[in-house]
């Protein structure tokens, strides 16, 4: 078996070298920074303690992330690489949202066979009134017959406006879901890539609208389970080792070159880093004419974890409706708030950004902002691409016009967001090409 060269140790490149090393193939991933996971990774944080506590240092994600399981690439990575028991999937669909009045509300599966728990799901979510209800069980039942293509040229706000779906019922239900799921806020979105993660959701089989938490961080989840399993099966991982420039020795085979030195020779190789990272390796545009000029428009996530002295949290995660804090995540000594399409904080500072957290947080949830004793923030100002507009049209396949390069990201054309899900997506895919050309 030929070895294959992987440019980036995110999700999307562990997944292609776990695919191609569990089907014989020789990987050589390489990696500019000093460890993998990319925005799916954790890093270590050590807060100051209150006078009355010892020091401890912990794992901090790079971005609080919820996946479902409709993640179906997803769970079978972590199956593959024996990580499945580091997540907890509910029993069925069950989301706890509280409104600015501190009272809660719950979005979870009935008894009835499904599809009909989820309508009851509907039925049963008292944010809403009887009229609204009914007007969302109507909206999701249209989903069975709806045509994906037909909503190419609507933003997620038109689709739900031509459809009723205003007021509480888009900014308690399906803003929640749209923000959430794309990063992209209605008026920008997508309409027909958010109707085909609705379809899967509710009309895609009973497990897939399950929630599912990762037990661990994500780097104990995802990054050292994969690495162990690559270098396993004797796929070679360089960190620190950033590709600069890629040449063509001769017609079958690519030179790679890190800071001025040769690293090898392949003959395929699978570009796995961000799409505004790709014109940074020289000679690319030589092998890749058609990757296009114009960058894609980026949408940030900002995360707060907040050390508390006493957590009042009993809830596993809640969502937050009408606030700019969409998701708490509740970690026991501290709570991980997460803000997506949050680039109308980019250039405000970080004390200001956590007034407008406490003050949420004391609003919604009563929390004493005395409690909080120590933070991190993480903002990802290109945590993911803005899921709609022009930037579908920017979208690259995973095949190239060169038979020896593929892509690989989130950013790639999946038919899916920027998630796990589509990293994962888009990894297997990249994969799955090079063993089908093989074989």
Not at 229 to 253: A, K, L
Not at 270 to 278: G, R, S, W
Not at 327 to 345: K, M, Q
């Amino acid at each position: 078996m030929p070895e294959i060269a992987i440019i980036g140790s995110g999700l999307a490149g562990l997944t292609a070298a776990v695919t191609l090393s569990s089907k014989g193939f020789k990987v050589h991933l390489f990696e500019g920074s000093k460890k993998g996971g990319g925005r799916a990774g954790s890093f270590p944080f050590t807060p100051t303690p209150p006078l009355d506590n010892s020091q401890k240092e912990y794992q901090l994600d790079n971005g609080q992330h919820i996946m479902m399981g409709c993640y179906h690439e997803t769970l079978s990575l972590l199956r593959e690489i024996s990580a499945i028991d580091k997540i907890s999937i509910q029993d069925k669909m069950e989301v706890k949202v509280i409104g600015n009045n501190q009272k809660s509300y719950m979005l979870k599966s009935g008894s009835m066979p499904y599809p009909l728990s989820l309508l009851q799901a509907l039925m049963g979510y008292d944010l809403l009134n009887f009229r609204e209800k009914l007007s969302a069980v109507k909206f999701v039942n249209q989903l069975k017959s709806l045509e994906i293509n037909s909503l190419d040229r609507l933003t997620v706000k038109e689709w739900l406006d031509q459809n009723g779906q205003t007021g509480a019922l888009s900014t308690g239900l399906w803003e929640i879901l749209c923000i959430g799921t794309l990063n992209t806020s209605p008026d920008k979105a997508s309409a027909s890539i958010f109707a085909r993660i609705l379809k899967i959701v509710f009309l895609g089989g009973k497990v897939n609208s399950k929630i599912v938490v990762p037990a661990v961080n994500l780097s104990s989840l995802f990054v050292e389970p994969a690495i162990r399993f690559i270098r396993s099966r004797g796929g070679i991982i360089e960190f620190s080792t950033p590709v600069n420039m890629i040449n063509s020795t001769n017609s079958s085979s690519f030179e790679l070159i890190s800071r001025d030195q040769s690293i090898g020779n392949f003959p395929d190789v699978i570009f796995a880093v961000p799409h505004h990272a790709l014109k940074k390796i020289n000679g690319i545009e030589q092998h890749l004419p058609s990757i296009p000029n114009r960058e894609l428009e980026y949408s940030s996530i900002t995360t707060f974890h907040l050390f508390l002295k006493i957590n009042p949290l009993k809830d596993d995660f809640l969502a937050l409706t009408g606030s700019p804090v969409q998701w708490v995540f509740n970690h026991g000594d501290y709570i991980t708030t997460v803000t997506s399409s949050s680039s109308n904080w980019d250039k405000m500072s970080e004390s200001d950004i956590l007034k407008i957290i406490v003050s949420e947080l004391k609003k919604y949830l009563n929390l004493n902002e005395a409690e909080v004793y120590d933070y991190k923030m993480v903002k990802e100002k290109r945590a993911t691409f803005v899921c709609g507009g022009e930037n579908l049209k920017h979208r690259l396949g995973c095949c190239t016009e060169n038979p020896g390069l593929f892509f690989a990201g989130d950013w790639t054309d999946t038919g899916l967001p920027a998630t796990i899900e589509g990293a994962v997506l888009s990894g297997r895919t990249a994969a799955r090409k090079i063993i089908q050309k093989y074989s």
